[in-house]
């Protein structure tokens, strides 16, 4: 039997039918169980900059605040961004935020809960991720060189595929 890619990719990838095309998967047949996910975003800055948000000194405002808004916006937004993401009830978002002072760094972490048919990892990483722009966009008329370095999924629960956890 000869192996196409579009056979290969249907069997690696959930979101890629038999056809090798784009497909929504189905949840109907799944049972709902609580499910969370934590990711990580981080954003490195420049000291001067890294100082003014510490001390909450940028002439747009409160940095933290808004990027903990938008994070939490983003997350409840994501199946209108992502275009094969499932719609689903979002029963926690949570974003904070740690100090790197020796790299200079936001450190972005967002937690998401549902209890669905389906995972809420995306939502956990559109949230860290969309905090992060945020944060840049609050600060690029002071510092131009910001960089958001890393997003990752740091872990998950629930969900057929069981616990994760990042070694990271």
Do not use: W
Not at 59 to 76: H, N, P
Not at 92 to 113: G, P, Q, R, T
């Amino acid at each position: 039997m000869r192996r196409t890619v579009a056979n290969l990719a249907a069997k690696k990838f959930s979101h890629i039918n038999s056809a090798g095309k784009a497909n929504m998967v189905s949840v109907t047949e799944k049972l709902p169980t609580v499910r969370t996910a934590v990711a990580f975003s981080s954003i490195k800055v420049s000291d001067e900059c890294y100082q003014m948000i510490v001390d909450n000194q940028l002439s747009k405002g409160d940095v933290l605040s808004v990027a903990r808004i938008a994070g939490i916006q983003g997350a409840k937004k994501t199946s209108e961004l992502i275009p094969l993401c499932h719609n689903i009830p979002i029963d926690k978002v949570d974003i904070s935020f740690d100090f790197d002072e020796e790299n200079c760094s936001i450190l972005v972490e967002c937690f998401a809960k549902t209890f669905g048919k389906t995972g809420i990892e995306m939502e956990a990483l559109t949230g860290a991720s969309v905090a992060s722009l945020t944060i840049y966009d609050m600060v690029k008329a002071v510092d131009k060189t910001a960089v958001i370095q890393q997003t990752k999924l740091k872990s998950k629960t629930g969900g057929k595929s069981g616990d994760f956890n990042s070694s990271e």
